[in-house]
């Protein structure tokens, strides 16, 4: 399934959990709302039918220091099923943790 066909269920599904989503050069960049959602919106992008994402392929972060909230941290998912890319970004401050994948992507181990 093509990522522009994609877009609609993930706003609907994702609904409260998103901030913003972004199609662009093909790949979809999904901001959440907040890092409590991380579980939840990752746990729906694995194991949803429509989407498949199956393997977490890499966790960094962007240090901005002069923000409220100066980390944005990035997920980047593939569906190996569909050869689609996918990333999940958000944003907290150096207060805030981060809650882990391991549960739904054993590779998330090594990068957190």
């Known amino acids: 399934m093509d990522i522009k066909i994609q877009l609609p269920y ?10 913003s989503a972004i199609y662009l050069n093909n790949e979809l960049t999904i901001h959440l709302n907040s890092s409590k959602n991380l579980i939840s919106v990752a746990y729906i992008l694995k194991n949803h039918i429509f989407f498949k994402y199956d393997t977490l392929v890499d966790i960094t972060a962007v240090d901005i220091p002069k923000n409220k909230n100066r980390f944005t941290v990035i997920y980047q998912l593939l569906s190996t099923k569909r050869n689609k890319r996918l990333t999940l970004k958000f944003k907290i401050n150096e207060l805030q943790s981060v809650p882990s994948l391991t549960q739904l992507y054993k590779s998330s181990g090594w990068l957190e």
């Open 10 to 19: 993930i706003l609907k599904l994702l609904r409260g959990y998103l901030k």
